[in-house]
């Protein structure tokens, strides 16, 4: 197996764009080749992440629309799905093709046009990723399914409604410092959660979550090159490898997990990729979670192994997490603040990991920062894929 | 009134809900309907305030209720008067229409009130 670089990246502002889908994939891709300094011969083939555009936007075959917009014909082109994991899942195939010796240099582009519909249609438009007879008939969403498992956490290991928040303040404050983030403002505790108009600011939409613990709807693009790593001295920037992957799956019906609390697929994926990568959580300097809901940046840093079990909350207590402490979750503001375009998600940590690793994430930057890992969460974590990211 | 089943690995004997091809324990693939049980414990609820389409009401309960076995099932709840812990019954109802469709499931009402 070869080793595999990521040698350019790219990515649009995520928020309410006017753009179609097709604009801002182009616009992110565009933006990594340049970043690449290449010239679009050289590419051997692309993946685009998407989720849903045939329920969105009316479009299909979004890899076919890309590669000829771009002008990469002949080059091989995929469309990759995998719920709000697919932006990771169109890495690790690039990652995999370049590892095999088929290609060498490969385009990955993940983008959603989400507000291209109503509040109503994208919450069943995501939805639909659920059990069908077991959730989704029942009007579940993905808030409900974190909601009831906020609940249980929170009953189990003491995590009050503070702490959710604190994550929330936390990515917010980064998300400022964040040209591409959705929402570039920051919050307060008392603001959205101890003044009588926090009622208002700050509603219910699955107890205990309110709004400010759910990420916002978002459209947006992200992009970045992978190449052979023996080829990566040819490009110009510090060469960032990508040390480890991992991926596990769990039930799709969240109640059928022998303990619902037990993101199985989370720690599957991250003990695959600091494995193969040769690095215990120990190691790393900086990390992007998949803080779709505050609950989960929380628990997510427990099953990556950064923090014991029913301590997430603790660490965050602590400020270990903040930009300024030992180990910065979430700098680019995460799906919280950065914003969550679902099929852009995955390949955006991997460019703001990048970002970090070369010493560019400018207002922002962790300081000295030469390990990072990142975790796309799948459904509500039945699918889910790790990175970890190297500098040389 | 159609009765609540879950599916038994007819080789290792685990239950699941909803129904599986292969049993997730032991690899059989041979199961028979059993009866859920009356009652069921409210393991977590949620209050849902922002509603997928096609719902005309403002919130909706929603919560897992643990019956014998460890089975566990998803449901819609009759009231927003739970606590976690509460004893549940089940019934079979229409929980949403699709496409014109009217879908059957679980709702669960407290179990003595």
Redesign the interface.
């Known amino acids: 197996m070869r080793d595999v670089a990521i040698v350019g990246c790219g990515m649009t502002k995520f928020g309410r764009r006017e753009e179609d889908l097709l604009e801002l994939l182009s616009e992110a891709s565009l933006a990594a080749m340049k970043d690449a300094e290449m010239d679009q011969g050289s590419v051997d083939a692309i993946y685009v992440a998407n989720m849903g555009a045939g329920i969105l936007n009316h479009q299909t075959g979004v890899a076919s629309a890309l590669v000829d917009r771009l002008s990469l014909l002949p080059a091989p082109a995929d469309t990759v799905e995998n719920g709000p994991a697919s932006g990771a899942s169109a890495i690790k195939n690039a990652f995999l093709a370049i590892a095999s010796g088929l290609y060498d240099l490969v385009l990955v582009a993940g983008g959603e046009k989400m507000r291209a519909v ?4 994208v ?2 438009f995501v ?1 639909s990723m659920t ?1 069908r ?3 989704y ?5 993905l ?2 399914l974190a ?3 906020a ?2 956490h929170m ?1 189990k290991y003491g995590v009050k409604p503070e702490h959710l928040a604190m994550v929330a303040l936390k990515n917010h404050e980064n998300g400022v410092r964040n040209p591409y983030a959705h929402i570039q403002q920051a919050v307060t505790m008392e603001g959205i959660l101890h003044r009588p108009e926090a009622v208002v600011n700050n ?7 309110r709004m400010f613990d759910c990420c916002p709807v978002s459209d947006g693009a992200a992009a970045v090159v992978l190449c052979a790593a023996e080829r990566a001295k040819d490009f110009p920037h510090t060469v960032v490898r990508m040390a480890g992957f991992g991926q596990a799956t769990d ?1 799709h ?4 997990r022998e303990d ?1 609390l037990d993101l199985k697929a989370v720690r599957g994926a991250a003990q695959a990729a600091f494995k193969m990568a040769g690095l215990k959580p120990k190691d790393i300097h900086v990390a992007e979670l998949h803080d779709a809901f505050t609950i989960l940046e929380i628990v997510e840093s427990e099953q990556a192994g950064f923090f014991g079990v029913g301590e997430g909350h603790l660490a965050l207590e602590k400020g270990v997490t903040r930009l300024d402490g030992k180990l910065p979750i979430n700098p680019s503001g995460g799906l919280k603040a950065r914003g969550h375009p679902v099929g852009a998600t995955g390949v955006a940590q991997v460019v703001e990991l990048v970002w970090q690793l070369r010493g560019q994430a400018e207002g922002r930057q962790v300081p000295d920062a030469a390990n990072g890992f990142c975790c796309n969460f799948g459904g509500f974590g039945n699918n889910v894929l790790a990175f970890v990211l190297s500098r040389e | 009134m159609k009765s609540v089943k879950g599916y038994q690995c007819k080789e290792c004997g685990r239950v ?3 129904e599986r091809k292969i049993c ?1 324990g032991c690899g059989g693939r041979q199961f028979k309907k059993i009866a859920l049980g009356k009652e069921g414990v409210l ?13 005309e009401s403002r919130t ?1 309960m ?3 209720v643990e019956f014998a076995h460890g089975l ?5 709840l009759s009231t927003d008067d739970v606590e ?1 812990g509460m004893k549940m019954r089940a019934r079979w109802d229409v ?2 229409e ?1 496409d014109g469709v009217q ?1 059957y ?2 709702r669960f009402y407290p179990a003595k009130r």
């Open positions: 109503t509040g109503w249609e919450t069943d939805a059990h007879q077991g959730e008939i029942y009007g579940v969403t808030p409900a909601g009831m498992f609940r249980l009953a509603p219910y939409i699955a107890e205990p979550l039930t019906a969240v109640h059928q619902p | 699941f809900y909803p997730l393991l977590t609820f949620t209050k849902l305030h922002a509603l997928p389409m096609d719902f909706l929603l919560g897992i566990r099932a998803l449901g819609q976690m929980v949403r699709l879908l499931g679980l």
